[in-house]
C-alpha cells in the first residue's frame, strides 16, 4: 500500500495519520480507541494492535499475507484475511492474537470480513459463485462467526464489495462496481439480501456512522483524489466531511 493511510473521524471531520504502508482494518477497534490494522513486516504483511497512546503490538508472525483485519464490536475477536493456506482465505482469532480459527476454505477469493454487531455473524466479499457470462465477479456473503452457514447475499453479476454492519444489525452498506454512475455506487440491504436499494452513486468503501443513522463513503474526485463524504441512509443530506483523503474506517460500534 503507497499511500498514505488516514483514520478520520467522520462525524467531526479529523484525520489522525498512521504511517506509510499501515492499513486499517474494516472495523478499527471497539469505542476505547485500539485500532487493529496491517503493516508491512520486514518478511510480508502482519496484524498489529495500536493502543490509544500509539503503542502497537504484533498479533501474527507469518511469511505469508495478513490483511484487512476486522474487530468484532465488543473488540474480543478479529477476523482478518490470509494468504498462508495458499490463497485468500477469512481466518479469526482473539484480540490478543490467540485461539487462531480457520473460517473458510475454497479456492475463491475471500475478503473484506466485517462482524455482525452481537458477534454471530461474520459478512464478507468473495469470488466464489460464478456470475451468468462466466466470470467470477465479488458478491458479498454472510456466515456464522465459526464459519458455518455460509450464504450468498447479493448477485455474483455486480462486483459488489466492502460490506459494512449497521450498529443495529439491520441493515448491511456495501459498494457495487457496476452502477449507473460508471463507478461504484453505495447500496443498503438486509441482512438477508433482501431488499436492496441504492443510497447514492458514485462512493465506495461505506461505513455507518452516527448511530447508523448516516454512512460515511469514499467518493474519488480526480485521479488520486479522495474525499469522505456522509449521506443519510434514506439518500438525503449528502455532505462532503473531509477533502483529500485516502483511507478511513469508523468505529466498530459506528460512533465515528
Not at 490478543?96 to 475471500?110: I, K, N, P, Y
Not at 439480501?193 to 455507518?208: K, M
Request: proline share 5%; glycine share 10%; charged share 25%.
Amino acid at each position: 500500500m503507497n499511500r498514505l493511510l488516514s483514520v478520520v473521524v467522520a462525524s467531526l471531520g479529523i484525520t489522525a495519520p498512521l504511517s506509510v504502508a499501515e492499513q486499517p482494518g474494516a472495523s478499527n477497534g471497539p469505542p476505547d480507541g485500539t485500532i487493529v490494522f496491517s503493516s508491512l513486516a520486514p518478511r510480508g504483511w502482519d496484524i498489529y494492535l495500536r493502543d490509544v497512546d500509539g503503542v502497537a503490538s504484533r498479533l501474527t508472525r507469518h511469511s505469508a499475507l495478513d490483511f484487512n483485519a476486522a474487530f468484532s464490536a465488543d473488540g474480543q475477536r478479529i477476523a482478518f484475511v490470509s494468504e498462508r493456506d495458499g490463497n485468500m482465505e477469512l481466518y479469526a482469532m482473539n484480540s490478543d492474537g490467540s485461539g487462531l480459527q480457520r473460517l473458510t476454505s475454497d479456492f475463491a477469493l475471500d475478503d473484506h470480513p466485517t462482524w455482525s454487531p452481537d458477534g454471530r455473524q461474520i459478512a464478507f466479499v468473495s469470488t466464489r459463485q460464478p456470475a451468468s457470462a462466466g466470470r467470477a465477479w465479488n458478491a458479498i456473503y454472510a456466515m456464522d462467526s465459526d464459519g458455518s452457514n455460509i450464504r450468498r447475499l447479493s448477485s455474483a453479476d455486480m462486483a459488489d464489495y466492502s460490506p459494512a454492519w449497521s450498529p443495529r444489525g439491520d441493515l448491511i452498506a456495501f459498494a457495487s462496481g457496476s452502477g449507473r454512475s460508471g463507478q461504484s455506487d453505495i447500496y443498503v440491504m438486509k441482512p438477508n439480501g433482501q431488499r436492496r436499494r441504492l443510497v447514492v452513486e458514485n462512493g465506495g468503501w461505506p461505513a455507518f456512522i452516527e448511530e447508523g443513522r448516516a454512512i460515511a463513503f469514499h467518493r474519488q474526485r480526480n485521479g488520486d483524489d479522495w474525499d469522505v463524504w456522509r449521506i443519510h441512509t434514506d439518500g438525503s443530506e449528502l455532505k462532503r466531511l473531509v477533502e483529500n483523503a485516502s483511507m478511513s474506517r469508523a468505529t466498530a460500534d459506528g460512533s465515528k
